[in-house]
């Protein structure tokens, strides 16, 4: 379904505040420092399926995180 995301996918998330651009690739080809996160990921599990306006939590060590979709490309 057009503006999911899914493998291959890039998007922008919102992370406390901040827009991050990022893309969903699988996990030989994941870079996270360089925005690549892998399908395999805790987000990237999390991610996979959603679309423009959703939002996801993960649980870090550090307590939770909560990311919105911002855009889907």
Same mark, same amino acid.
């Given at each position: 379904k057009k503006? +999911?995301?899914e493998i291959g996918s @890039?998007?922008?998330i919102s992370k406390n505040g901040k827009e991050v651009k #990022?893309? +969903?690739v *699988? @996990?030989?080809e994941a870079k996270p420092e360089a925005g690549f996160i892998s399908n395999e990921s805790p987000l990237?599990?999390? +991610?996979l399926g959603k *679309?423009? *306006?959703d939002s996801?939590?993960?649980k870090a060590p #550090?307590?939770?995180i909560k990311y919105k979709i911002l855009q889907v490309e």
């Open positions: 503006g +999911l995301i @890039s998007f922008t #990022m893309r +969903l *699988g @996990s030989n990237g599990k999390e +991610l *679309g423009k *306006g996801v939590t993960i #550090m307590g939770e």
